[in-house]
């Protein structure tokens, strides 16, 4: 994007919004254990919790937006310098296993169906955007992928099921722009662009985390935006034929702010977080919720103390997720309504798989794996 730079410090000229925001100073992440539960109405409930993270060094400088865990031993990253890398041991050892000859792409997205079988989405202008598939662990790739069009600029990717997915682009023609597949990421076509709302001058999506396109459930969709007058989500119920708008309360109106991550955990219950990515700079009102699938949007009544780039729920705590960003990591027990920090390392990307085990990633190589205690015995249902 224009004028704001790039992980690895070069000025890209796609929109403001689709960059990420600059790596800051390293913040080392907290080993202790923080005490994040909060007995009484609308927090945790009784008994408290744990949450710490336990770093897993992957022995690389890259910075590691893109993250998908399988389960507890078996996780994806990637990011910057062509970087990608794979785990089948819980983080003890690292393969790097990205395509040949990509080292200076940055790998912002993937989707990782087991310990084979992953797809990759590279970020920017024109031909850097492209898409690589294996099927055998990384030894091979095939790129199923490479933008045509001088405008375009995809920023993240996300998959209903083994089959069927979906990449974004800023807008084209003042509407954003859909990618489908519906055989795993073998091929892709541009979808019609007749059903998406047009967008808003200066509106784009943020390549932070991966996270600016997440779905839930087998057809709906929901797209993040930023950089324009006022921040928004868009919600597709087909599979991105066709979509609907709404603001969120996350403040916008810069190319620096807007909404940088969705979580859903059923097609209704949704969370935003988002903020300005710049460094030293307040971010009031960083997150927001919705129980309509994206329809109307609230903002959470204690929100992060800060800018957030990722946010995930926690399989089986149906109303807990975590937020992560550069200035640290917090807690909800009561669906995104209030936010509590528990770390103050660096990361910009979270993801939990089906096991319980929630993984996140960042700066300088940074990857750790969330050690959990004391679970609460309920929550308070909003």
Do not use: K
């Not at 019609?192 to 709302?197: I, K, L, T």
């Amino acid at each position: 994007m224009s004028g704001a730079p790039s992980d690895d410090g070069a000025v890209p000229s796609a929109s403001a919004a689709s960059a990420a925001p600059a790596a800051g100073g390293a913040v080392s992440a907290s080993r202790a254990p923080a005490t994040a539960g909060v007995p009484g109405t609308g927090d945790a409930a009784a008994g408290r919790v744990s949450l710490a993270w336990d770093p897993r060094p992957t022995g690389t400088q890259g910075r590691l937006r893109g993250l998908s865990p399988v389960s507890g031993r078996v996780a994806w990253v990637s990011g910057s310098l062509g970087t990608v890398l794979r785990t089948t041991d819980g983080g003890r050892d690292w393969s790097p296993v990205a395509p040949p000859g990509t080292a200076d792409l940055q790998f912002r997205d993937v989707e990782a169906f087991d310990a084979r079988t992953a797809v990759v989405l590279s970020i920017g202008e024109g031909d850097a955007s492209r898409v690589y598939r294996t099927e055998d662990g990384g030894r091979t790739w095939a790129e199923t992928f490479r933008n045509d069009e001088p405008r375009a600029f995809y920023d993240c990717m996300a998959f209903f099921d083994h089959r069927h997915g979906l990449a974004m682009s800023d807008p084209v023609d003042g509407r954003f722009r859909i990618l489908s597949t519906d055989d795993g990421g073998r091929s892709w076509r541009v979808l019609p662009s007749a059903g998406m709302p047009e967008a808003l001058p200066g509106e784009a999506g943020f390549a932070a985390s991966g996270q600016c396109l997440v779905t839930a459930g087998g057809r709906d969709v929901w797209l993040a935006t930023g950089g324009g007058a006022r921040s928004r989500v868009f919600h597709s119920r087909d599979r991105g034929l066709t979509w609907t708008v709404a603001d969120t309360p996350i403040p916008a109106g810069d190319p620096a702010r807007g909404v940088f991550a969705l979580a859903f955990r059923d097609p209704r219950h949704g969370i935003a977080v988002g903020g300005d990515f710049q460094p030293g700079l307040p971010s009031p009102d960083a997150a927001a919720v919705t129980g309509d699938g994206g329809a109307t949007w609230r903002e959470a009544s204690a929100p992060p103390q800060g800018y957030r780039s990722g946010v995930a729920w926690l399989p089986h705590l149906p109303w807990a997720a975590i937020a992560v960003g550069p200035t640290g990591s917090d807690v909800t027990f009561s669906a995104g309504d209030r936010w509590q920090n528990f770390d103050g390392g660096s990361y910009d990307t979270v993801a939990c798989a089906p096991d319980l085990a929630c993984w996140a990633s960042g700066e300088q190589g940074r990857v750790a794996r969330l050690t959990l205690q004391g679970v609460p015995s309920g929550t308070a249902r909003r």
